[in-house]
C-alpha cells in the first residue's frame, strides 16, 4: 500500500521542520525529476514549452528551465510575477541566464502546430497553478490549456493538473501521492501518475504525519489461491446469490463467485425471479430457500428497487448488499440489526446515486450529491467513516472512476478501474467476488481489498479502453490473474 496525504503544504512544513531541509533543495529535486522524465520522453530536436504561474509550481517550472537549457530549445511562458519567495529567486536566475521568456500569443502560436514545414516535437509542462488553486481558470489561462489540450505534444503537470483542466499524460507529483489527485475529474487528467522524491527518501518524508488514505496495488492482493492438499469443496465456503425480478445479474454475480473460488453456489429463487428464462450453468445450484450452510449471501444485484432481505439472511456470518436494496429507507435499520451480530461481516457496494440515497435514509446532514462526492475525495473519505462508525462491522466500497474502501475508519483507495467497466453487470461481477472471498473466510476488509484491485487488474488485462468487455470476459480475465 502506497500512503495518500489530504494537506501537502502542511507535510511539507512539517518535513522542512524535522529534516532541516531548505526550500531551495525541494524546487531543486522538483525540477530534477520533471527533467528526468522529459530526457525519457523527448528527442534532442524537441522544444520545451514551460508554463509558469505565480507560485512555487512555477518556481518549479523556472528551475526545470534553466536545468534544461543547455540541451534542448526551451521557451518559458510566465503569467504573473513571482511571488512565493523561492519563486522569484528561480525567476531572477532565468533573467539573469536569459532565458527565452516568451509573450501570450507566442505561446498560442508555438502550441498551433502548422501544416508545412513539419515543426520539431513538443513537450509542454503545466506549472501554473498547484494543489491549493480554488474557484475558475482565468479565461486567458483557460484558452491557453484548451489550445495546449488540443495540440500534438507530450503534456507533464508539475504536482496536479492546473485546475484539473490541463490533459495531462503524466503528472509529476512532489514528495507523497495527494487526495487530490483521487477525484474523478483528476484521473481524467492525470494521466500516469509519478511521485517524486524531494531529496529525502519518500517514506522519511511520508512518515512526518498520518495519512488520510492508503492507496492499493497489485502487491496488496490476497488470491484465493488453494494450498490445503486435504481440502474438500466445503473448506471454500457456501455462496448464496438472491434472484430477483433481473435474474440475469444474479446469475453473472453467482458465476463470478463460483470462478473466484466459492466451494459451492447456489442461486436463491425469490416472488420475483424468472430463473427459467435463462440457460443455467449447471455448475450453479437452484434452491426456494436459503442453504442452511451458506457462509456468504448476497442480496440486491437485479432485486426490484426497495426489497427488503427474507429474515433467515440473518443466520448467515457473511453479507454482501448491492443494487436494489439501498433505495429501501428501512434498510438502515436492518443493517444496523446485522452488523450487530458478534463476528458480523458485511460489505455494502453503494455507486455514488445509491450512496447518496443511503445517506438520505441515515438522515446524514447536509446530504452529499453526486457531483460532489465524485470531485471530492475528501468527502468520500469523511462519508465512509461515518459509516463505519455506525456499522463497525460492515465494510463500504464506493464505486466510482477511482473505488474508495471505507473499513474500520480507515480508507483504502483503487485506482486501478478503467473505462471499459462501465458496462451493465460489471458491478455484479464485483458483488459475486466479493461474496466468495467472504464465503472463504475472509475478513470484510481483505474481501473488498482484494477483490476491487482483481477486478480492476482483470478489466485492464481485456483492455482498458475497450467497448467489448462484457460481464463473461471479465470474470474469465479476474479467473487467470496470477
Do not use: W
Not at 477511482?402 to 467497466?421: E, H, K, M, R, W
Amino acid at each position: 500500500m502506497e500512503k495518500v496525504f489530504d494537506n501537502p503544504s502542511k507535510l511539507e512544513a512539517l518535513v522542512k521542520q524535522r529534516y532541516g531541509i531548505p526550500d531551495f533543495m525541494m524546487m531543486e529535486n522538483a525540477a530534477l525529476a520533471l527533467k528526468q522524465l522529459i530526457e525519457k520522453l523527448a528527442s534532442p530536436a524537441s522544444r520545451i514549452l514551460i508554463l509558469c504561474g505565480k507560485g512555487n509550481n512555477g518556481g518549479d517550472g523556472y528551475a526545470l528551465a534553466r536545468l534544461l537549457q543547455n540541451n534542448y530549445d526551451v521557451f518559458l511562458y510566465k503569467l504573473a510575477e513571482p511571488t512565493a519567495a523561492e519563486a522569484k529567486t528561480q525567476y531572477q536566475t532565468c533573467t539573469k541566464l536569459k532565458l527565452n521568456f516568451i509573450s501570450e500569443k507566442k505561446a498560442l502560436e508555438l502550441l498551433k502546430t502548422p501544416d508545412s514545414p513539419a515543426p520539431a516535437p513538443l513537450v509542454v509542462v503545466d506549472c501554473l497553478f498547484g494543489t491549493g488553486f480554488r474557484g475558475e481558470l482565468p479565461a486567458a489561462v483557460q484558452k491557453l490549456i484548451d489550445t495546449a489540450n488540443s495540440c500534438d505534444a507530450i503534456r507533464i503537470a508539475c504536482d496536479i493538473s492546473s485546475g484539473l483542466a490541463f490533459d495531462a499524460h503524466y503528472t509529476v507529483t512532489m514528495g507523497e501521492h495527494k487526495l487530490a489527485l483521487c477525484s474523478d475529474r483528476a484521473k481524467q487528467v492525470s494521466g500516469q501518475i509519478i511521485v517524486a522524491d524531494l531529496g529525502v527518501d519518500n517514506k522519511a518524508f511520508q512518515a512526518a504525519m498520518p495519512p488520510a488514505a492508503f492507496l492499493i496495488t497489485d502487491k496488496d492482493l490476497k488470491l484465493p489461491f488453494r494450498t490445503n492438499k486435504a481440502a474438500h469443496k466445503g473448506t471454500y465456503g457456501h455462496t448464496a446469490v438472491f434472484a430477483g425480478e433481473k435474474s440475469g445479474a444474479a446469475i453473472i454475480c453467482a458465476t463470478a463467485a463460483m470462478n473466484f473460488g466459492s466451494g459451492l453456489t447456489s442461486l436463491v429463487q425469490t416472488p420475483d425471479s424468472n430463473l427459467k428464462q435463462f440457460k443455467i450453468s449447471p455448475e450453479l445450484m437452484i434452491s426456494k430457500s436459503l442453504p442452511a450452510k451458506t457462509t456468504c449471501a448476497v442480496f440486491g444485484p437485479g432485486i426490484k428497487e426497495g426489497t427488503l432481505p427474507p429474515q433467515t439472511i440473518s443466520k448467515v456470518p457473511a453479507l454482501v448488499f448491492d443494487a436494489g436494496v439501498f433505495g429501501n429507507p428501512d434498510f438502515p435499520a436492518l443493517l444496523k440489526e446485522l452488523d450487530s451480530r458478534p463476528g458480523s461481516r458485511i460489505v455494502l457496494t453503494p455507486h455514488l446515486l445509491e450512496l447518496v440515497r443511503l445517506c438520505k435514509s441515515l438522515k446524514i446532514n447536509p446530504a452529499p450529491t453526486v457531483e460532489a462526492l465524485a470531485n471530492d475525495p475528501a468527502l468520500k473519505i469523511k462519508i465512509g467513516c461515518k459509516f463505519n462508525k455506525l456499522f463497525p462491522n460492515t465494510t463500504v466500497v464506493i464505486k466510482s472512476a477511482n473505488t474508495f474502501i471505507a473499513s474500520g475508519g480507515q480508507t483504502y483507495i483503487v485506482t486501478d478501474g478503467c473505462p471499459s467497466l462501465a458496462k451493465g453487470g460489471s458491478g455484479d461481477v464485483l458483488a459475486g467476488m466479493l461474496a466468495a472471498l467472504l464465503a472463504q473466510g475472509y475478513s470484510a476488509k481483505d474481501a473488498a481489498i482484494t477483490a476491487c484491485e482483481a477486478h480492476a487488474l482483470g478489466a485492464k488485462k481485456t483492455g482498458a479502453s475497450t467497448y467489448a468487455l462484457t460481464p463473461a470476459k471479465l470474470i474469465k480475465a479476474v479467473s487467470s490473474l496470477v
